[in-house]
């Protein structure tokens, strides 16, 4: 909903509250709240006077396999404080780490609890199938069963944390315990808040969307809310610019990593991770882990210590706990003829992608593709040092790779070529990574085919639509090959990641062309079981 809509929402459920009890609120925590979530300033009155009339949410707060982490991180909100938020925005009817209950008494609250409307918030993960891994209260009733029957009861379930919005840490390899997220056993749509904790904020300010507009705020596909998961955490770092300029440390206790270099090298995840932690912080906005020193672990994100555990080292191949399989049943129908012919024969229901001399998009009789870049090194590179923060990249790729810049002056003069080519792009990028030529193109796909993880680092490749066309820019992309390399990345992961952007760029412009076949036009050498698996 827009902001228009949400406005005559709680304009409309402020009608019939005019005479009820009025309780204190404190605007400062309201105002905290709305311009996290993204609202305008003119919402605060309003919101104010509907919490300070209307009914308390009533809230249950359900432990299952955790280790009370989100709780911790709850207690340390500051805007509401825990007091504030008890007593004037929400009703904690049911906690068994913060109730004064216990045994069979505890049990009592909790049934008293589900005779009145509540919203679930679930904190750790559920055992579904060996349900004795998790027996709880008096009576030792399974996780499992608990959950069931209080989420049925439940208007709406909240998953604080990724213990119960993914597995979290005891659902990792080998996962003896067969734990996994809650939605995974629920019917019910659960909004997911993960992180490991999730910050207070996160978990706060979307409560409170709830009880101000009686809807879950805008989620992603993953039902994450998209006010705290809709951005690339690294993309807020405050060490970003130091990321820009491939100034990386290379121990944690380094000058460089005090004076704010960027900790890729160390492992640092988060361009790979979506929350807001630099924005809001932990224990009452005080830090949070890169700004302390130390990088980000990806604890938001699905399986992430099986994908992301070994923190001290980039994504390279030597380190993972286990090397991830991918499928390759699925092969696209292959063309193996040249562009010409190709736009003569084209159906209606066909979508061909031609990877050959050129690159070029076909849809009935014409090329949906504007793609161009410079494909002399030198004069790219020179390109990229017209800003301070390029001409600090190339420097530090000279310092690193003197062996491979000097390969380059040697075999390339200042004369600008154009290309339409996409394997000339990938092989500037094996030519930065190796210091030589690519002879054979289908090694470019051996090794991202090679590649021990699942994730991408991320590439810019502009991707923008004109009347009758696509328009593809990659001539800033070459700079996140100095990055990642000056990062330690392998070309592994530079060869998976680069076929990864060009996957995502072709799946983004096949969204108005679902319904045609997808149609591959490659050399023969170059047809294999993997490209297909990739670009499908």
């Known amino acids: 909903?827009?902001?228009?809509?949400?406005?005559?929402?709680?304009?409309?459920?402020?009608?019939?509250?005019?005479?009820?009890?009025?309780?204190?609120?404190?605007?400062?925590?309201?105002?905290?709240?709305?311009?996290?979530?993204?609202?305008?300033?003119?919402?605060?009155?309003?919101?104010?006077?509907?919490?300070?009339?209307?009914?308390?949410?009533?809230?249950?707060?359900?432990?299952?396999?955790?280790?009370?982490?989100?709780?911790?991180?709850?207690?340390?909100?500051?805007?509401?404080?825990?007091?504030?938020?008890?007593?004037?925005?929400?009703?904690?009817?049911?906690?068994?780490?913060?109730?004064?209950?216990?045994?069979?008494?505890?049990?009592?609250?909790?049934?008293?609890?589900?005779?009145?409307?509540?919203?679930?918030?679930?904190?750790?993960?559920?055992?579904p199938i060996d349900t004795f891994y998790l027996s709880i209260g008096a009576e030792g009733k399974s996780g499992y069963e608990l959950l069931?029957?209080?989420?049925?009861?439940?208007?709406?379930?909240?998953?604080a944390g990724t213990c119960s919005s993914y597995g979290g840490i005891q659902a990792a390899y080998p996962n003896p315990t067969k734990t996994c997220g809650i939605s995974q056993v629920l019917s019910q749509k659960v909004v997911q808040i993960p992180g490991c904790p999730p910050s207070d904020v996160n978990i706060i300010a979307t409560l409170a969307f709830y009880a101000l507009f009686g809807t879950s705020p805008e989620l992603d596909d993953k039902n994450r809310p998209k006010w705290s998961y809709g951005k690339c955490l690294h993309d807020m770092c405050e060490?970003?610019?130091?990321?820009?300029?491939?100034?990386?440390?290379?121990?944690?206790?380094?000058?460089?990593?005090?004076?704010?270099?960027?900790?890729?090298?160390?492992?640092?995840?988060?361009?790979?991770?979506?929350?807001?932690?630099?924005?809001?912080?932990?224990?009452?906005?005080?830090?949070?882990?890169?700004?302390?020193?130390?990088?980000?672990?990806?604890?938001?994100?699905?399986?992430?210590?099986d994908d992301f555990g070994f923190y001290e080292k980039p994504m390279t191949n030597a380190f993972a706990y286990a090397r991830v399989s991918r499928e390759e049943a699925f092969v696209l129908e292959n063309k193996n003829l040249n562009l010409n012919t190709l736009k003569e024969s084209v159906k209606e229901d066909e979508l061909i992608f031609y990877l050959k001399e050129k690159m070029q998009i076909l849809v009935e009789d014409r090329e949906l593709l504007d793609f161009s870049f410079e494909s002399n090194l030198k004069c790219a590179l020179a390109n990229l040092a017209k800003n301070k923060l390029g001409f600090n990249l190339l420097e530090n790729y000279k310092k690193n790779f003197p062996k491979h810049y000097a390969f380059i002056e040697a075999n390339f003069d200042e004369n600008s070529k154009?290309?339409?080519?996409?394997?000339?792009?990938?092989?500037?990028?094996?030519?930065?990574?190796?210091?030589?030529?690519?002879?054979?193109?289908?090694?470019?796909?051996?090794?991202?085919?090679?590649?021990?993880?699942?994730?991408?680092?991320?590439?810019?490749?502009k991707l923008s639509?004109?009347?009758?066309?696509?328009?593809?820019?990659?001539?800033?992309?070459?700079?996140?090959?100095?990055?990642?390399?000056?990062?330690?990345?392998?070309?592994?992961?530079?060869?998976?990641?680069?076929?990864?952007?060009?996957?995502?760029?072709?799946?983004?412009?096949?969204?108005?062309?679902?319904?045609?076949?997808?149609?591959?036009?490659?050399?023969e050498s170059l047809n294999q079981p993997f490209l297909h698996q990739i670009l499908s």
């Open 239 to 305: 060490r970003k610019a130091k990321f820009e300029s491939g100034i990386f440390a290379q121990n944690f206790d380094d000058e460089a990593a005090k004076n704010g270099a960027c900790l890729f090298k160390l492992g640092c995840k988060g361009p790979y991770t979506y929350n807001n932690c630099p924005k809001v912080k932990f224990n009452a906005k005080t830090s949070w882990p890169v700004a302390a020193g130390h990088g980000c672990i990806a604890c938001s994100e699905e399986n992430f210590w």
């Open 418 to 461: 154009i290309s339409s080519d996409i394997w000339e792009f990938f092989e500037l990028s094996y030519i930065l990574a190796k210091g030589e030529f690519l002879k054979d193109r289908a090694l470019l796909i051996e090794m991202a085919k090679n590649y021990a993880f699942n994730h991408a680092s991320p590439y810019d490749f």
């Open 465 to 523: 639509a004109k009347e009758d066309s696509v328009k593809l820019d990659l001539n800033k992309s070459l700079r996140m090959t100095l990055i990642y390399l000056c990062g330690g990345l392998e070309i592994e992961g530079i060869a998976f990641s680069l076929l990864s952007a060009l996957a995502k760029s072709l799946g983004e412009i096949r969204q108005d062309y679902m319904e045609k076949r997808l149609i591959l036009s490659v050399d």
């Open 1 to 127: 909903m827009d902001n228009e809509t949400l406005k005559k929402c709680l304009e409309g459920r402020l009608v019939g509250l005019e005479g009820a009890e009025r309780r204190f609120i404190n605007e400062t925590s309201v105002a905290f709240l709305l311009k996290h979530l993204g609202l305008p300033a003119e919402f605060v009155p309003l919101a104010c006077e509907y919490f300070s009339l209307a009914p308390k949410l009533n809230v249950i707060w359900l432990h299952l396999a955790e280790c009370t982490g989100c709780s911790e991180s709850l207690l340390r909100s500051e805007q509401p404080c825990l007091a504030e938020f008890i007593f004037d925005f929400f009703s904690l009817n049911y906690h068994e780490t913060l109730m004064s209950a216990n045994g069979t008494k505890a049990e009592e609250c909790l049934e008293e609890a589900m005779k009145e409307e509540f919203a679930l918030i679930v904190e750790g993960a559920v055992a």
């Open 148 to 159: 069931q029957s209080i989420a049925d009861k439940a208007k709406v379930i909240f998953a």
